[in-house]
T-cell receptor, first 116, second 108 residues
Framework: NAGVTQTPKFRVLKTGQSMTLLCAQD?????MYWYRQDPGMGLRLIHY???????AKGEVPDGYNVSRLKKQNFLLGLESAAPSQTSVYFC???????????????FGPGTRLTVL | AQRVTQPEKLLSVFKGAPVELKCNYS??????LFWYVQYSRQRLQLLLR??SRESIKGFTADLNKGETSFHLKKPFAQEEDSAMYYC??????????FGTGTRLQVFP
């Protein structure tokens, strides 16, 4: 049981390049989330999904797109990377959502992205 | 808008001293509050939630609706408590809103 895994662990991009971050979970969780973590700003929600085939915007969605074609995977895409997107990206998943006893979020190890 | 405030970026104490990590929130409804912790080289993980009203690793947190606070407390800090602590809130949606975090350093 690997829990939540993220690929890649590190990546350096040039401005304007595109890339996709993969998040996978093997816990049969319905809910999945993408956050970015920046110094002094905590974790901010980028996009999230409440089930296969669904996505929704979080607090800082601009410049990112997501897809949840399979229940176990949640992809985060950067179409044209900018230096402001340099950050550590965390994926998380939970069995249920709001007001549920099973809404604990389980986090991946993070992806460190640098955009030059 | 909902907001979680952790006023201290860094809190340093000696082993055996009491610890209180402050968390204040702004939300007009009835929130659900959490404390998440990230130990060095480990993943972010849930420490405790207010609805459970339990003590985890000696930590407790009481939701004070009058003061809109959810401070994390431990009577006697241990070196292994050194970590980054995040207070978080969920409102009537599926989103979790995090504070900026407090780094706790416990010196021997």
């Amino acid at each position: 049981n690997a829990g939540v895994t993220q690929t890649p662990k590190f990546r350096v991009l040039k401005t304007g390049q595109s890339m996709t971050l993969l998040c996978a979970q093997d816990m049969n969780h319905e809910y999945m989330y993408w956050y970015r973590q920046d110094p002094g700003m905590g974790l901010r929600l980028i996009h999230y999904s409440v089930g296969e085939g669904t996505t929704a915007k979080g607090e800082v969605p601009d410049g990112y797109n997501v897809s949840r074609l399979k229940k176990q995977n949640f992809l985060l895409g950067l179409e044209s990377a900018a230096p402001s997107q340099t950050s550590v990206y965390f994926c998380a998943s939970s069995y249920e959502g709001y007001r549920s006893s099973y809404n604990e979020q389980f986090f991946g190890p993070g992806t460190r992205l640098t955009v030059l | 808008a909902q907001r979680v405030t952790q006023p201290e970026k860094l809190l340093s104490v000696f082993k055996g001293a009491p610890v209180e990590l402050k968390c204040n929130y702004s939300y007009s409804g009835s929130p659900e509050l959490f404390w998440y912790v990230q130990y060095s080289r480990q993943r972010l993980q849930l420490l405790l939630r207010h609805i459970s009203r339990e003590s985890i690793k000696g930590f407790t947190a009481d939701l004070n609706k009058g003061e809109t606070s959810f401070h994390l407390k431990k009577p006697f800090a241990q070196e292994e408590d050194s970590a980054m602590y995040y207070c978080a809130l969920t409102d009537n949606t599926d989103k979790l809103i995090f504070g900026t975090g407090t780094r706790l350093q416990v010196f021997p």
